[in-house]
């Protein structure tokens, strides 16, 4: 009853804020002197392109309309290219920061910047910093503008991988671990100091595949030879004046100056004002397009978030949201957005059974985010098309799982263990104990199970020789673009190509998108916690995980250094993960691509 009384409360209390925030803007509104002025000339669109910028909409406002709320990455990229479209925009004008932005989708973000100047209409972009994927992606505009004292940071790519084995040596910590494809090296941070040959293979060719891209996407850009682009890489012009004098750039400016530049007759439409329209414009159609979001490891349960800010996605969250989308005569199609490094091979067997009883009924594409590999590449391979871009990380095809025997940090607390079994295997998954040469088998032996069952239904699903499919498996994680040489995808592109196609197989024109989860405002957001009894297969958690990391709280997390927070983060997923049947399709844990 208690609760109950605190929810009604809630929800009569955000009721009241919501209504006094529409007086205060009902008020300003009456204040405005006569109707706004309309320009009969054509507007630039301003954009700005900085911070964190979500893949999935999420549950993140307050008072906000959904209308108003910060972009997704895909929403920009849209965004843009319907600007492209429109007569009364004659420009783009972006206004570049720092992001949180992927590889796939800074690719996203630059494909449509290069299709708005194919339609005929600039570009001019504004910094006052570049690194390497900044600098990628405003190497797609025609004219790039550096702040006078700004920051050039573009300094090639490097990978970085963390190895725990002398740390869990000193603390009396023994990791068993087995793994099914030679280049899974997803285990290898928790049992050495050091990759192993097969590992390196294949972060070599990952990121000689990725160098290739940058170097190529800077090239075209800038209109100068690959030699050229390469040699700003290798030997890289670190103040504005080197960076101008190279041709990296084509102005010093500051932002007034920038602006100015666009012509003393020239509006500018805003990006909140522009977006409103847009989202709109996009829900209408007599027929929808579902876009279901799958972002972070996935695990059995409800998606959630965790302590570290870390996404998950719960399997019955998933199934549940196919199985709408399936049954509404609404929806014409579905694309499922793909963005997650793998997770739980129970979960994501669970969500490819219902992706193929979707597309049995009406067509699934797939768009492919930065991740979609092991898991996140389990999820996708039953689709009738599958899109994925340049910089996307996929593949991984390939099963691992164990534990870690935590019996020498008892012991240092002075606890003495006692174990009693019966049964030869009765003590396989103790978190007290290593595994046995037998146990080690017949573990050894479960993985090898599932890993059939993984390259199977992934030779089915790409219409390819199980041997094929094998060759280019075993773990090994490949870009978009190998992958499409693979035969793993079907095409590069982003999610608004697989949109279209969805569409097309659908035989639908007029259609609307429906994005899945909704964005909801707080008003939304309690009148939904009020409603929910706590076992709604949709609820989004955001309770901390149920881990031996539960109990250390948020503010203690932000003081440590960033590698220990990346660290724990990582310990918390594996754990999450393995929490389930002990068989995780997963991308190594610590790949930390800059």
Same mark, same amino acid.
């Given at each position: ?13 955000a ?35 900085a ?46 920061g ?36 900044d ?19 573009v ?20 990791? #068993? ?16 100091t ?39 890489? #290798? ?70 978030q ?21 049954k ?51 999820i ?46 009765? #003590? ?25 069952i ?71 957001q ?14 989004v ?54």
């Open positions: 009853m208690a609760r109950s009384q605190t929810r009604l409360l809630l929800v009569v209390t009721i009241g804020l919501a209504i006094a925030a529409a007086s205060v803007v009902a008020v300003v509104l009456l204040m405005q002197s006569g109707p706004p002025t309309l320009s009969d000339e054509p507007e630039w669109l301003e954009l700005r392109i911070g964190s910028l979500g893949e999935s909409p999420g549950s993140e406002a307050l008072l906000v309309d959904p209308v108003d709320m910060p972009p997704l990455v895909t929403e920009l990229s849209r965004s843009i290219r319907d600007a492209a479209a429109d007569d009364e925009i004659a420009g783009l004008y972006l206004k570049l720092a992001t949180n932005l992927g590889w796939a989708n800074t690719d996203e973000l630059r494909r449509a910047i290069l299709d708005f100047q194919a339609a005929g209409k600039p570009c001019v972009a504004w910094t006052e910093q570049l690194t390497t994927k600098y990628l992606l405003a190497s797609a505009c025609e004219t790039v503008h550096l702040a006078p004292a700004g920051a050039v940071l300094t090639g790519l490097a990978t970085t991988r963390m190895y725990y084995a002398e740390t869990f040596e000193r603390y009396g910590v023994s990791a #068993n671990f087995e793994h099914v494809g030679d280049f899974k090296s997803a285990v290898e941070p928790y049992e050495r050091g990759p192993s040959p097969a590992a390196q293979e294949a972060n070599d060719f990952l990121l000689d595949g990725l160098y290739g891209v940058l170097v190529d996407g800077i090239a075209e850009g800038r209109k100068v030879e690959r030699s050229v682009a390469e040699g700003w890489l #290798n030997d890289p012009p670190i103040t504005p004046d080197a960076a101008l004098a190279a041709g990296m750039v084509d102005h010093l400016s500051y932002a007034d100056e920038a602006k100015a530049s666009l012509g003393d007759d020239v509006d500018t439409r805003g990006q909140k004002a522009w977006l409103r329209d847009r989202r709109q414009a996009w829900k209408s159609g007599a027929k929808k397009v579902a876009v279901i979001y799958t972002e972070g490891a996935i695990i059995d349960g409800s998606s959630s965790d302590m570290f800010g870390s996404r998950y996605i719960g399997h019955r969250t998933v199934v549940s949201q196919l199985r709408k989308a399936r509404d005569d609404d929806v014409a199609a579905v694309v499922l957005r793909v963005s997650s490094p793998g997770g739980s091979g129970s979960a994501s067997d669970a969500i490819w059974r219902e992706v193929v009883r979707t597309r049995d009924e009406k067509p699934v594409v797939v768009s492919m985010g930065d991740y979609a590999a092991s898991g996140g590449y389990y996708s391979m039953a689709a009738n098309h599958i899109y994925a871009e340049p910089g996307t990380l996929t593949g991984s095809i390939g099963v691992f799982g164990g534990k870690m025997n935590l019996a020498g940090v008892y012991q240092d607390f002075g606890v003495h263990l006692h174990t009693d079994q019966r049964g030869d295997y009765a #003590n396989l998954l103790s978190g007290t104990s290593d595994f046995s040469e037998a146990e080690r088998v017949k573990f050894k032996a479960f993985l090898a199970g599932f890993y059939d993984f390259i199977t239904k992934a030779a089915e699903g790409r219409d390819m020789d199980k041997e094929a499919l094998h060759a280019v498996a075993q773990g090994r994680v490949w870009t978009g673009a190998q992958a499409l040489d693979k035969g793993l995808v079907d095409e590069l592109g982003g999610l608004d190509d697989a949109i279209a196609k969805a569409a097309s197989l659908a035989s639908v024109e007029d259609y609307g998108i429906q994005r899945i989860p909704e964005r909801k405002g707080l008003i939304d309690l009148m939904e916690e009020l409603g929910n009894t706590g076992d709604d297969e949709e609820s958690q955001s309770a901390l995980p149920d881990s031996a990391l539960a109990g250390v709280a948020a503010a203690q997390l932000s003081a440590l250094p960033a590698g220990a927070r990346t660290s724990l983060a990582g310990l918390s997923r594996l754990e999450r993960v393995l929490g389930g049947n002990g068989v995780a399709a997963m991308l190594p844990g610590d790949l930390d691509l800059q």
